[in-house]
């Protein structure tokens, strides 16, 4: 066994220990095929009002500009898709991905550790760690390093376990043995399409995000435009509607993170509760949780969006 084989594996089996569902393993370099979609897709504006996806354009094609000297991209998911949701069927809708505590913290954590990992088995390896607050393009290096596909909905899809979970990158100036892509599964599919309550699948494989309930929710600052009223399928943070309907998401199996637990309360909420939430319970129910970026206002405005 050479030392690549001999340290990818060390890697692999590490990364599995520290909880992630799974780890591959890319050739840090220009992903060509990415450049001139990204490109078109800011042109067309359909990033909205996250004026951050303009910037670094370069970095985010080329893992070398963000690491010097780095040689692989470790791509690593972890899964959050929970045992049980909310109870009231009538309430305002959360997302999956924030009903625990911030994946940032969770994940970043799990990271270190593995990095301290290759430092005490392999030895003096420079790198950094990435959760979805860089210019790294996740789904891509994901897809690249074989652990998934790139589907309909834009989303990393897999045979085996669907697409609850985050993706979070180690890019490291260590050689190692190299996964290859696997092949699309979408064949004739339409689900997702056909579901989206806001038509922002404009193409198979492309989303606006301008028209996505998650940016409405989460990353629109302003008031929400009045034609979409009645168009949000009661979500008042982000939305799973793609997610949801993909038969790959049958296979989706509950995650065993404590931290990705949702308190009690939050799954109790009436639709009643939800409409009369105060400064105090906002701040109780989602300490600690990634709904504090939309803050208070945002999410009383979200709800009000609703009624």
């Not at 909880?19 to 591959?24: A, T, V």
């Not at 690491?67 to 780095?70: E, N």
């Not at 699948?201 to 996505?212: A, L, M, R, T």
């Given at each position: 066994m050479n030392s690549k084989n001999k340290h990818t594996q060390l890697i692999k089996t590490e990364a599995k220990r520290l909880?992630?569902?799974?780890?591959?393993i890319s050739k840090a370099e220009f992903l060509e095929q990415e450049a001139p979609r990204l490109e078109k897709w800011l042109n067309q504006n359909m990033h909205g009002q996250m004026s951050y996806m303009e910037n670094h354009f370069d970095k985010r094609l080329d893992p070398t500009l963000l690491?010097?000297?780095?040689k692989s991209v470790i791509s690593?998911?972890?899964n959050y898709f929970p045992s049980e949701n909310q109870k009231d069927s009538d309430a305002p809708k959360i997302s999956k991905y924030a009903y625990g505590q911030d994946y940032h913290h969770v994940i970043k954590s799990k990271l270190r550790e593995l990095q301290e990992f290759i430092s005490e088995t392999i030895g003096e390896v420079h790198g950094r760690a990435f959760v979805d607050s860089a210019p790294v393009l996740d789904k891509a290096w994901a897809a690249k390093s074989g652990?998934?596909?790139?589907?309909?909905?834009?989303?990393?899809?897999?045979?085996?376990?669907?697409?609850?979970?985050?993706?979070a990158e180690l890019i490291v100036d260590l050689e190692l043995e190299y996964d290859t892509p696997v092949t699309d599964h979408c064949g004739t599919c339409t689900a997702c399409i056909d579901a989206c309550p806001t038509?922002?699948?404009?193409?198979?494989?492309?989303?606006?995000?301008?028209?996505?309930?998650?940016?409405f929710t989460?990353?629109?600052?302003?008031?929400?435009?009045?034609?979409?009223?009645g168009k949000f399928d009661d979500w008042m943070f982000g939305c799973d509607v793609c997610q949801d309907v993909c038969p790959w998401n049958r296979f989706s199996k509950p995650h065993n993170e404590p931290l990705f637990n949702p308190k009690?309360?939050?799954l109790e909420m009436t639709k009643k509760d939800w409409e009369e939430i105060t400064q105090e319970v906002f701040s109780k129910v989602?300490?600690?949780?990634?709904?504090?970026?939309?803050k208070f206002s945002g999410l009383t405005r979200n709800i009000k969006f609703l009624e």
């Open positions: 909880g992630f569902l799974s780890c591959g690491v010097p000297d780095s690593l998911l972890l652990l998934g596909w790139i589907g309909k909905n834009s989303n990393l899809l897999t045979q085996k376990v669907g697409s609850y979970y985050f993706i038509q922002a699948i404009v193409d198979p494989y492309v989303v606006d995000g301008s028209k996505c309930i998650s940016y989460i990353e629109l600052k302003e008031e929400i435009p009045s034609d979409y009223r009690p309360e939050l989602f300490q600690k949780s990634a709904v504090k970026r939309t």
